[in-house]
C-alpha cells in the first residue's frame, strides 16, 4: 500500500461520518458479541471436494480401519457405505464429505439457539459468522478494489492501528463462506489494548457491522429496499473511494 495514505484511518473516518463511531472498538466482558473477532474452524470449497469411502474394514477392529478418498466429478454425491455411515454415526440420506477448511479468524453475526438436532430438549448456541481471508501477494491486484468496495462478494478488513484493534494482516470477508459455527467451538481473538496494558476482545462496532451486512444485501440484490441503511452505505463508500483515489493520486 502506498505510505501517503492509511486505509484503516479512511475507514474510520467514514465510519464516524455515518455512524458517530470508528470501524473497531474495544470491548469487555466474556460473553460473545455481534460483531466480535474469534477463531474458529470454517470450511470452504476450493477446487475439488472428495467422499469417503472404505477400503479395509474389519467389524471387530473399526478403529485400525483405513479409507480412501474418491473425488466428486459431478453434481451426484455417492452415498456412503454401511460402514462409513456406522462408524461416523450418519443419519439416513447423510454422506461425509471432505472439503478445505482451517482454523482462521471471523465475525460473528447472529446467535441462535437451534432445536433442530433435539427437539423440545436440547438447545445448540450457535453463531452465523463471516470467516475473514488474509490477502496473499497473488491478490496484489484486486486489494484496493476490495478497500474501495467494488467487489460484491467481498469486503475489505483494515489492519491494527494505533488506539483501535484491527487484523494483523490485511484480510477481506468473503461472503460466498459464510456459515453457522457452534458457540462451543469459538475463542475470542484477544490484542494487546497499548492504553489499558492488557490484552483485550474487540469488535467491529454497530454502524461497521450494519455496513458490511448491507454490503451483502445489496450486491447480492436480497432485498429492495434498505433505505435508511442504503444512504449511509452510500456515504460511506463515497467517502472511501474519494480518500482512497487522492491518495493514489498523491503518491504517484
Given amino acids: 500500500m502506498p505510505k501517503s495514505y492509511n486505509i484503516s484511518e479512511i475507514y474510520d473516518e467514514a ?12 470491548i469487555s466482558g466474556v460473553e460473545f458479541q455481534p460483531g466480535q ?11 475439488n471436494k472428495w467422499s469417503l469411502e472404505e ?28 460402514y462409513v ?10 454422506v461425509l464429505l471432505i472439503v478445505n477448511g482451517k482454523y482462521r479468524p471471523v465475525i460473528l453475526v447472529r446467535r ?3 432445536q433442530w438436532v433435539y427437539p423440545g430438549d436440547q438447545t445448540l448456541p450457535t453463531w452465523i459468522v463471516l470467516p ?42 468473503r461472503y460466498l463462506t459464510v456459515q453457522a459455527v457452534r458457540e462451543k467451538y469459538l475463542k475470542a481473538i484477544r490484542l494487546m489494548d497499548s492504553e489499558q496494558g492488557m490484552n483485550r476482545p474487540y469488535r467491529v462496532t454497530q454502524t461497521a457491522l450494519k455496513l458490511i451486512m448491507y454490503h451483502l444485501f445489496k450486491n447480492f440484490e436480497l432485498f429492495s429496499e434498505l433505505t435508511q441503511q ?4 452510500d456515504i460511506f463508500k463515497e467517502y472511501v473511494q474519494e480518500l482512497i483515489t487522492e491518495g493514489l493520486k498523491t503518491s504517484s
Fill in 112 to 114: 441462535f439457539e437451534s
Fill in 132 to 173: 475473514l481471508f488474509t490477502y496473499k501477494s497473488k491478490h496484489t491486484q484486486i486489494i484496493l478494489e476490495d478497500a474501495r468496495l467494488m467487489t460484491p462478494e467481498r469486503f475489505y478488513m483494515p489492519v491494527i492501528r494505533s488506539k483501535f484493534p484491527g487484523a494483523a494482516q490485511e484480510c477481506a470477508v
Fill in 85 to 94: 455411515k456406522r462408524y461416523f454415526n450418519l443419519a439416513d440420506g447423510e
Fill in 15 to 26: 465510519c464516524k461520518l455515518v455512524g458517530d463511531e470508528s470501524f473497531t472498538e474495544w
Fill in 37 to 47: 473477532l474469534c477463531e474458529a474452524a470454517v470450511w470452504y470449497e476450493e477446487t
Fill in 230 to 233: 442504503k444512504d449511509r452505505y
Fill in 55 to 82: 477400503s479395509t474394514f474389519d467389524p471387530r477392529d473399526e478403529e485400525n480401519a483405513t479409507w480412501y478418498a474418491r473425488k466428486i466429478r459431478s453434481g451426484k454425491i455417492p452415498p456412503s457405505g454401511k
